[in-house]
């Protein structure tokens, strides 16, 4: 079973034209004729009927439809797994302020989890100071100029005497927050 052809299809029953399934799929109206005649073939049904300009779907093309949709559907999920599965896996542990929890946080979960289904996030709710403090302590970061918001925390060398990895961190603030608002306020406040 060609997956194009049920693309194709899906198109041309939604849009109700080959026309202008055409025009979506970048392709010509005798590319997409083609399509549905092989589909039509292959399943040994017809599909459309085919009025002037417009394409109404048979009682069998009805009846197949969902089915076209979920396969369809299932073959993007299995794509999508496929091509993100090794590279976004693994725990984000994240360190937050209450005010994030309550603000843009959920919507950016459900975002995460959408692009990145394997992913695993631990979360701390704290305030900045204690989440900065808490960051710090761990061993391998330095402050600079992090208290005027200028800069990240940059590697040091670690400590020998921890046997634990060494993981970056990244001081991250609302999408919506300009970088010149965030600046102009000290960090822990």
Not at 12 to 26: D, I, P
Not at 173 to 185: D, F, G, L, Y
Request: with cysteine; charged share 25%.
């Amino acid at each position: 079973m060609n997956f194009k052809r049920l693309e194709t299809f899906i198109w041309v029953a939604t849009l109700g034209s080959f026309r202008k399934a055409a025009e979506h799929q970048h392709t010509t109206q005798p590319a997409i004729s083609n399509r549905i005649a092989a589909l039509e073939d292959e399943l040994g049904v017809r599909l459309f009927e085919r009025e002037s300009g417009h394409s109404k779907l048979t009682s069998k093309g009805q009846e197949i439809l969902p089915y076209a949709e979920k396969i369809v559907f299932m073959a993007q999920q299995l794509r999508k797994r496929a091509d993100r599965g090794a590279s976004l896996s693994g725990i984000l542990r994240l360190g937050v302020s209450e005010t994030i929890v309550h603000s843009w946080l959920p919507r950016f979960f459900r975002e995460l989890h959408e692009t990145a289904p394997n992913l695993d996030v631990e979360i701390t709710v704290d305030v900045s100071g204690n989440l900065r403090s808490g960051l710090l302590d761990r061993g391998s970061w330095t402050s600079k100029s992090w208290q005027n918001g200028q800069s990240l925390p940059t590697p040091e060398t670690p400590n020998p005497s921890r046997k634990s990895a060494r993981n970056s961190a990244s001081w991250m603030n609302c999408p919506h927050v300009s970088t010149r608002q965030a600046r102009s306020q000290p960090v822990g406040s």
